[in-house]
């Protein structure tokens, strides 16, 4: 069975682009969650969803947004970046509706913001 | 907010020896508390969980001991193998809550000296 798959797994871009990333999560999963790691703060949570719907959120600004669709892929976008954005974004899924704290996560996207 | 404290950051222990990382939550409605392990490069992968009304369990040479009176919880790491070196999240979840949210830890680095 395949894991989580995340793409793309580097990527360079400059202060006020953006950025989409993507999220394939294992096959029969339907909640997919998006964590950011950096060295100074850890692994923050930034969203949720299950069936296409968001069902909890970080405390992260409104530049950071997601979504999934019907197969259960899921999408993040960061607008106008900022250099503090420069992390391992990574995407988990889980095989339940309920809340089991157990998360399969993928290799994660690395960001570089310039 | 920091709401789950990890402590130490790194360590270094020999082979054979034990890894002991300790954590410290703040929030009592937390009720599952699982262990991630992190190599370079990967994702985080569920080791061990636990929940509040056990106050140890065992799975190999990795042992969760919990003391909810202290709202302290540690991952003890026995007979520690080279293979063990990785850094070490523990992280705390609210399963009777919508949303797959983990808090985690600020990590440990363990690295296991031959």
């Known amino acids: 069975k395949a894991g989580v798959t995340q793409t793309p797994r580097y990527l360079i871009k400059t202060r006020g682009q953006q950025v989409t990333l993507s999220c394939s999560p294992i096959s029969g999963h339907r909640s997919v969650s998006w964590y950011q790691q950096t060295p100074g703060q850890g692994l923050q949570f930034l969203f949720e969803?299950?069936?296409?719907?968001?069902?909890n959120k970080g405390n992260f600004p409104g530049r950071f947004s997601g979504r999934q669709f019907s197969n259960s892929r899921s999408e993040m976008n960061v607008s106008t970046l900022e250099l503090g954005d420069s992390a391992l974004y990574l995407c988990?899924?889980?095989?339940?509706?309920?809340?089991?704290?157990?998360?399969?996560f993928g290799e994660g996207s690395r960001l570089t913001v310039l | 907010q920091q709401q789950v404290k990890q402590s130490p950051q790194s360590l270094i222990v020999q082979k054979g020896g034990i890894s002991i990382i300790n954590c410290a939550y703040e929030?009592?409605?937390?009720?599952?508390f699982p262990w991630y392990q992190q190599f370079p490069g990967k994702g985080p992968a569920l080791l061990i969980a636990i929940r509040p009304d056990v106050s140890e369990k065992k799975e190999g040479r990795f042992t969760i001991s919990f003391n909810k009176s202290a709202k302290q919880f540690s991952l003890h790491i026995m007979d520690s193998q080279p293979g063990d070196s990785a850094t070490y999240f523990c992280a705390a979840s609210l399963t009777w809550a919508a949303g797959n949210k983990l808090t985690f830890g600020g990590g440990t680095r363990v690295l296991v000296k031959p």
């Open positions: 988990a899924s889980s095989p339940t509706e309920a809340n089991t704290g157990e998360l399969f």
């Open positions: 929030n009592t409605a937390f009720d599952y």
């Open positions: 969803y299950f069936s296409e719907t968001q069902r």
